[in-house]
Nanobody
Framework: QVQLVETGGGLVQAGDSLRLSCAAS????????MGWFRQAPGQEREFVAA????????YYADSAKGRFTISRDNAKNMVYLQMNSLKPEDTADYYC????????????????WGQGTRVTVSS
């Protein structure tokens, strides 16, 4: 398994941008599909975005389409989530996830989680 550590959360205003980073260590990072999930207070954890092992394919939740961009740098063992035009409803703890194999593996059955980073968007 890989180990995941998220950074980049914080307090921003509506309309601002924020980039989350996830550093991976352990097993061969390039063998893992990666994803971002979030959990708002009192809500269940939900899928946000995913990226395939080579970065060639991405998949987004409807709430993220057009505003968020997931990317990865396999040379640096990093995955990113660029979040633009943030809204108060984006306030949540954001989690990086990994699954060995294809993109849908991390969407449907994430194997490994980071500890999360909190994003708060004020109105």
């Amino acid at each position: 398994q890989v180990q995941l550590v998220e950074t980049g959360g914080g307090l921003v205003q509506a309309g601002d941008s924020l980039r989350l980073s996830c550093a991976a260590s352990g097993r061969t990072f390039s063998n893992y599909a990666m994803g971002w999930f979030r959990q708002a207070p009192g809500q269940e954890r939900e899928f946000v975005a995913a990226i395939s092992v080579n970065g060639g394919s991405t998949y987004y939740a409807d709430s993220a389409k057009g505003r968020f961009t997931i990317s990865r740098d396999n040379a640096k063992n990093m995955v990113y989530l660029q979040m633009n035009s943030l809204k108060p409803e984006d306030t949540a703890d954001y989690y990086c996830a990994a699954s060995f194999g294809p993109l849908l593996a991390v969407v449907n059955t994430p194997e490994t989680w980071g500890q999360g980073t909190r994003v708060t968007v004020s109105s």
